[in-house]
């Protein structure tokens, strides 16, 4: 069994920060991908970024620039710094293991950003 916790999530005004953290236990095989993904209220659950446990990282254009995603192979955590926070960056925000063909996810932490 792979459990996902995450912490970090809070309210921040416009331009803030904030630094999102997940801890990965269980069965965790060395070579994985781990992201973050977000939902907006009434709307899909989106990608933000991943990282490979080789270090590449991949990012959404609309965090480009604002958002760092980095981990900690030896820990299996994944954290997300969030810089100069808009509006429409509020949301649950969730963590994703990838192992091989199979997906875990955290619970969610809730991201919001106050106008």
């Known amino acids: 069994q792979v459990q996902l916790v995450e912490s970090g999530g809070g309210l921040v005004q416009t331009g803030g920060s904030l630094r999102l953290s997940c801890a990965a236990s269980?069965?965790?095989?060395?070579?994985?991908?781990m992201g973050w993904y977000r939902q907006a209220p009434g709307k899909q659950r989106e990608f933000v970024a991943t990282i490979t446990s080789g270090g590449t990282t991949n990012y959404a254009d609309s965090v480009k620039g604002r958002f760092t995603i980095s981990r900690d192979n030896g820990k299996n955590t994944v954290a997300l710094q969030m810089n100069s926070l808009k509006p429409e960056d509020t949301a649950v925000y969730y963590c994703?293991?990838?192992?091989?063909?199979?997906?875990?996810w955290g619970q969610g932490t809730q991201v919001t950003v106050s106008s």
């Open positions: 994703k293991l990838i192992i091989r063909t199979s997906d875990y």
């Open positions: 269980g069965n965790i095989f060395s070579i994985n991908v």
